[in-house]
């Protein structure tokens, strides 16, 4: 079964980087969709981005855009989500999540597979 581990999160001040990565057991040999998400407590899981591996379309949330980008390492089974200019809205525990299909999905219950979560803190 596919497992997913994220790390990197960590707590930087405003205007800082970090890259999360997100490691899977495994990468089946037909394209699937890997995302991001980020929760804060009370409100809903909110995809931040989304790409399809071996090639194809990325999306992010317009909250992030010009400031993450989403990338992979398939020799590594890895995705990571480089995060910069952060600013303190974008303090959440951050989920890498997997959807077994050519398509991704937009609410957190379209993907079945998730890592445990990684924090990230920006202080102002």
């Known amino acids: 079964q596919l497992q997913l581990v994220e790390s990197g999160g960590g707590s930087v001040q405003t205007g800082g980087s970090l890259r999360l990565s997100c490691a899977a057991s495994?990468?089946?040999?037909?394209?699937?969709?890997m995302a991001w998400f980020r929760q804060t407590p009370g409100r809903e899981r909110e995809r931040v981005t989304s790409?399809?591996?071996?090639?194809?379309?990325?999306v992010y949330a317009d909250s992030v855009k010009g400031r993450f980008t989403i990338s992979q390492d398939n020799s590594k089974n890895i995705v990571y989500l480089q995060m910069n200019n952060l600013k303190p809205e974008d303090t959440a525990m951050y989920y890498c999540?997997?959807?077994?299909?050519?398509?991704?999905?937009?609410?957190?219950?379209?993907?079945?597979?998730w890592g445990q979560g990684t924090q990230v803190t920006v202080s102002s």
């Open positions: 495994r990468y089946p040999s037909v394209r699937i969709c």
């Open positions: 999540a997997v959807r077994l299909d050519r398509s991704c999905g937009v609410g957190p219950d379209e993907y079945p597979r």
């Open positions: 790409t399809l591996t071996r090639g194809g379309s990325t």
